[in-house]
């Protein structure tokens, strides 16, 4: 700022030394040579005076201003000031400045706060390590897991607090390990950031045995309940029937019809007997689904195979690009298998048609089979196990197919077509 008006009043001190100059050369009298230098100076700092109010102070009001940001100081603001002016818009702009920091600092603080609310709140150890693996950051639930207060923890290292092992290994689920404040199962997940430049870690434990053991359960009760519905359905008339053949058998006279009533009966249960062996069966494959044995399977290769072995109607096939997935022959194939009877039921309903193929997203490949039948009535129902809507179903297939995608690391999914009438029946596998 003091440049600024220095170099003004240089500005105007060669018209001051040439006035003085022109009057000493004209001889003019000394009351004309004190009018003029007069009128001159007063000039000069009238001019001055206005270079002040208009540049200088305004700069020096936009530097205080400024300095206030870097600050963090969001209270000053510049009032007045023409915006048509340079400086004007200068200070105009840096108002709107200030607001818009301001308001950005406030839904920083608010979001801030909600998240140190949320983390603090939240039943999940949360840890964060430097790049020297000492504790920088622990949320509440993180204490009572170390049965120690914050102070005594900040600053340790991994290995002495116990977490070395959860940082090193890659992401596990369902964990059994052991701390001061609890001992239990966990989801493990580890991530990485940057905080000033270097490298820190983000360590997550959340304790799974609480919902495993109600999912456990819930898995038992729905066991107990099926296993129960389809003991009694076979039980009960083979008990009635066995009730039945004794009084027949017990009557001093028997009737005439007495060695057909029994046939019929002994029939029945062995029809009742049967079916029940089946069920057990079908439980049986369930409950012992052996791990995949996997190889290199081309996608295009199986499904074609799959079309010419089982297919009683033509099927229409989409062909996609070519891929590979590493998965077990004979488990996938029966897997398609099953997608393919289940299109293959529901279109003899409605004589419609059915298409297959497959599509390659990314790291992973789309191998769906859509129909035109009647559609999924209740599709929650699905993947129950010995839910079925077929008279003569076991509801087994699609539990069964969904458990093979997921032990090949995929997903099995069966949705109503959108708009259209039918059923789309996708399977992902990663290529």
């Known amino acids: 700022m003091g440049r600024v008006l220095c170099l003004s009043i240089l500005s105007g001190l060669p018209g001051v030394l040439g006035t003085i100059l022109l009057l000493q050369v004209g001889n003019y009298p000394l009351k004309v040579h004190l009018t003029m230098l007069t009128f001159v100076i007063g000039f000069w700092l009238v001019f001055l005076l206005m270079l002040q109010n208009r540049?200088?102070?305004?700069?020096?009001?936009?530097?205080?201003?400024?300095?206030?940001?870097?600050?963090?100081?969001?209270?000053?603001?510049?009032?007045?000031?023409?915006?048509?002016?340079?400086?004007?818009?200068?200070?105009?702009?840096?108002?709107?400045?200030?607001d818009v920091l301001r308001n950005q600092r406030l839904g920083a603080i608010e979001a801030f706060t909600l998240l140190n609310k949320v983390v603090e709140e939240i039943d999940v150890a949360i840890f964060t390590f430097?790049?020297?693996?000492?504790?920088?950051?622990?949320?509440?639930?993180?204490?009572?897991?170390l049965a120690k207060p914050l102070d005594q923890?900040?600053?340790?290292?991994?290995?002495?607090?116990?977490?070395?092992?959860?940082?090193?290994?890659?992401?596990?689920?369902?964990?059994?390990?052991?701390?001061?404040?609890?001992?239990?199962?966990?989801?493990?997940?580890t991530g990485?950031?940057?905080?000033s430049g270097k490298p820190h870690q983000l360590l997550l434990l959340t304790d799974v045995s609480q919902p495993l053991r109600e999912e456990e359960?819930?898995?038992?009760?729905?066991?107990?309940?099926?296993?129960?519905?389809?003991?009694?359905?076979?039980?009960a008339p083979i008990k009635s029937l066995a009730g039945s053949m004794e009084k027949i058998l017990s009557r001093p006279?028997?009737?005439?019809?007495?060695?057909?009533?029994?046939?019929?009966?002994?029939?029945?249960?062995?029809?009742?007997?049967?079916?029940?062996?089946?069920?057990?069966?079908?439980?049986?494959?369930?409950?012992?689904?052996?791990?995949?044995?996997?190889?290199?399977?081309?996608?295009?290769?199986?499904?074609?195979?799959?079309l010419g072995l089982s297919a009683s109607i033509p099927v229409q096939l989409a062909k996609g690009p070519d891929c590979t997935?590493?998965?077990?022959?004979?488990?996938?194939?029966?897997?398609?298998?099953?997608?393919?009877?289940?299109?293959?039921?529901?279109?003899?309903?409605?004589?419609?048609?059915?298409?297959?193929?497959?599509?390659?997203?990314?790291?992973?490949?789309?191998?769906?089979?859509?129909?035109?039948?009647p559609g999924i009535a209740n599709p929650g129902n699905l993947f129950v196990p010995?839910?079925?809507?077929?008279?003569?179903?076991?509801?087994?297939?699609?539990?069964?197919?969904?458990?093979?995608a997921e032990a090949h690391d995929g997903a099995l999914e069966v949705l109503n077509r959108e708009g259209k009438q039918g059923c789309r029946a996708t399977l992902t596998l990663p290529v």
């Open 253 to 306: 006279q028997l009737p005439e019809d007495w060695r057909e009533d029994l046939n019929e009966g002994l029939e029945v249960i062995g029809s009742r007997a049967e079916g029940l062996s089946r069920f057990l069966e079908d439980f049986s494959r369930i409950a012992k689904l052996p791990p995949p044995n996997k190889e290199s399977i081309l996608v295009g290769e199986i499904l074609e195979r799959v």
């Open 217 to 235: 359960r819930i898995a038992w009760r729905r066991l107990i309940r099926v296993i129960g519905h389809e003991l009694n359905n076979s039980l």
């Open 55 to 98: 540049v200088i102070r305004p700069l020096q009001a936009a530097s205080n201003m400024l300095s206030a940001l870097r600050e963090g100081d969001f209270s000053l603001q510049s009032h007045g000031g023409d915006t048509e002016d340079p400086m004007g818009q200068v200070m105009f702009e840096i108002n709107a400045l200030t």
């Open 130 to 145: 430097d790049e020297n693996d000492r504790l920088r950051m622990i949320n509440r639930a993180g204490e009572k897991l």
């Open 325 to 373: 997935v590493l998965a077990d022959r004979s488990q996938i194939e029966q897997l398609l298998i099953n997608l393919l009877k289940n299109a293959v039921d529901a279109v003899k309903e409605t004589s419609g048609k059915i298409k297959t193929g497959w599509t390659l997203k990314g790291d992973r490949v789309d191998i769906w089979f859509e129909d035109e039948g």
């Open 386 to 404: 010995f839910f079925s809507t077929k008279p003569d179903g076991s509801g087994v297939g699609l539990t069964l197919s969904r458990q093979i």
């Open 192 to 195: 990485h950031f940057r905080e």
């Open 153 to 189: 923890l900040t600053g340790e290292s991994a290995t002495a607090l116990g977490l070395k092992k959860c940082l090193t290994e890659p992401t596990r689920e369902n964990q059994l390990m052991a701390f001061p404040g609890r001992s239990s199962r966990w989801y493990v997940k």
